[in-house]
């Protein structure tokens, strides 16, 4: 079956730093992939979407890249703050459209 | 533009009553998807709907549950004889098409004692 692992222990970063959070799947591939972020007692906020044919996609400070090969993305928040702090969350695109998501990574920005 | 419509935004049930969380999609938006989600833990498809049709109700319990997105109102999602297990956040999300981003709702959380 379908299986999406992102880091379950959180991440703790320096403000200033890259973050870089890492999405790994198997057993599929999808047509595309997107990245949420979550705060706590609220719905996920839509991020980014990359698609099986792009390497890459950029948005101001948010960078993913999708490497169908190795089954993984990769998403980085350049030059990182305290309120970039929260969990940030991969799903792909199942049958029928769903969305199949990942647990989640929790990155915590240290000033 | 209203975002997604979530209520109520809490709800508090005994062993053995209903629940019902509505969700009120974006304007524009024909698709609907609800998802469950416990504490620590990643968010679980539940069923996905158009206008008053059902296009993947896999992730949903056959017994109990049941949701709808009629042609006119918000779409339901409703637990019969609800058990401490139904205790969860179950969040709405909308979409213009189908393979898009999803905007999500606010949530209700949802306690059974």
């Known amino acids: 079956s379908q299986k999406i692992e992102q880091n379950s222990e959180a991440l703790n970063i320096q403000e200033g730093k890259t973050a870089t959070l890492t999405c790994n799947y198997t057993?599929?591939?999808?047509?595309?992939l997107q990245w949420y972020r979550q705060d706590p007692g609220r719905g996920p906020v839509f991020l980014l979407l990359i698609r099986e044919n792009e390497k890459e996609k950029r948005k101001e400070r948010l960078k993913v890249t999708f490497d169908t090969t190795l089954k993984q993305s990769l998403f980085h928040i350049t030059a990182s703050q305290p309120a970039d702090s929260a969990t940030y969350l991969c799903a792909l695109e199942g049958s029928n459209y769903q969305l199949i998501w990942g647990a989640g990574t929790k990155l915590i920005i240290k000033p | 533009n209203a975002g997604v419509m979530q209520n109520p935004r809490h709800l508090v049930r005994r062993r053995g009553q209903e629940a019902r969380l509505r969700c009120s999609p974006m304007?524009?938006?024909?698709?609907v998807y609800w998802y469950r989600q416990l504490p620590e833990e990643g968010l679980k498809f539940m069923v996905y709907?158009?206008?008053?049709?059902?296009?993947?109700e896999s992730g949903m319990p056959k017994e109990r549950f049941s949701a709808e997105f009629p042609k006119e109102g918000p779409s339901i999602l409703r637990i019969q004889q609800v058990v401490r297990g139904d205790s969860a956040a179950y969040f709405c999300?909308?979409?213009?098409?189908?393979?898009?981003?999803?905007?999500f709702g606010p949530g209700t959380r949802l306690t059974v004692l």
């Open positions: 709907l158009q206008k008053e049709n059902i296009i993947d």
């Open positions: 999300a909308s979409s213009p098409d189908q393979d898009n981003e999803q905007f």
């Open positions: 304007k524009g938006h024909s698709h």
């Open positions: 057993n599929y591939s999808p047509a595309y």
